[in-house]
């Protein structure tokens, strides 16, 4: 769990694990520099329960990229799971997800369904509503609600969406290569994107059809940056056009193209509408150069008049 000013919700994330039904686990919590009473917080958890450990980041590291590494280096379990330190586990979570990948020791990874919340708790939404009907051709169904991801699976998350999210996924630490477990810190919002979809090429994942755990969704959620998660976005995209090249994955090329010109194109309006013209030129063009349309040419020739708002 990456921390930093987190004294709002972090007594209830924290409970969320510690109540668990599976109890033979830790929790490491990594402060990242807090300035309130996150670490007494912590250390008032540490005095009750032995199973929660503190980590206090020297400088501040200010990505989530960079704190979560920081726990990566003490882990000693044999699964790692994440937990943000404004959302909540549901009871059964690593139980269920444990359970799973002990019975399947050919999987390197798990992940279900999550709840999205308000600040508040209050339920808006499934997060991965419909995703066994999007996904069903790299799907295989094995009893009620869990699913086998195929080796196709990582095409599947290139092309449409990752579909791990970072309260949802469990890690058999020692069935992936080494180095795999680490979030690349060139990212400011897509470092756990990055890494679900390289779990995609390690192996085949479990996908359980349950929401095991709740996300709030709320003023401070760090993806409230639009641009600059469209501009992580793009960094993510073509990183996977890579990986697809050299794995010889050529089928979903395609599609992977189109997206990333999409992405571009988006990036081109965001530029235009903050005055950004030579940023919004760039990415027209670059969204052309993928897609080859000429729409993207129109709009590059239009960077530098001021936006028509609708």
Not at 66 to 84: M, P, W, Y
Not at 136 to 150: E, F, N, P, T
Request: one cysteine or more.
């Amino acid at each position: 769990m990456a921390c930093y000013n987190s004294e709002r919700y972090l007594r209830e994330a924290i409970d969320s694990v510690l109540g668990q039904t599976y109890g033979n686990l830790e929790l490491l919590v990594v402060d990242d520099c807090s300035t309130d009473s996150t670490v007494d917080i912590v250390q008032n958890y540490m005095k009750a329960d032995d199973r929660v450990r503190l980590i206090q980041r020297a400088a501040r590291g200010g990505r989530p990229a960079v704190t979560k590494n920081s726990a990566l280096e003490h882990i000693r379990g044999q699964f790692v799971c994440f937990l943000d330190h404004d959302d909540y586990y549901g009871p059964e979570k690593i139980e269920v997800l444990a359970g799973l990948l002990q019975e399947n020791p050919d999987c390197v990874a798990a992940f279900h369904d999550i709840d999205l919340v308000d600040g508040s708790g209050v339920f808006l939404s499934r997060y991965l509503d419909g995703f066994p009907r999007e996904a069903q051709d790299y799907l295989k169904a094995v009893s009620g609600g869990v699913y086998v991801c195929d080796d196709r699976f990582f095409n599947f998350q290139s092309v449409h969406y990752a579909a791990l999210h970072t309260i949802s996924v469990m890690i058999a630490r020692e069935r992936i290569s080494a180095g795999c477990l680490q979030f690349d810190t060139q990212f400011k919002v897509c470092d756990d994107t990055d890494l679900w979809i390289r779990l995609g090429l390690e192996g085949k994942m479990i996908y359980v059809d349950r929401p095991l755990a709740s996300y709030r969704q709320h003023s401070s959620n760090i993806t409230r940056d639009l641009l600059g998660a469209q501009e992580d976005a793009i960094l993510c995209l073509l990183s996977n056009f890579r990986r697809m090249q050299a794995n010889g994955r050529m089928a979903d090329m395609a599609p992977l193209k189109a997206r990333i010109a999409h992405y571009y194109s988006d990036a081109g309006w965001a530029y235009r509408r903050k005055r950004e013209s030579g940023k919004s030129l760039l990415a027209y063009l670059n969204a052309w150069r993928w897609s080859r349309a000429p729409r993207h040419l129109v709009h590059a020739a239009k960077a530098f008049l001021p936006p028509r708002e609708s």
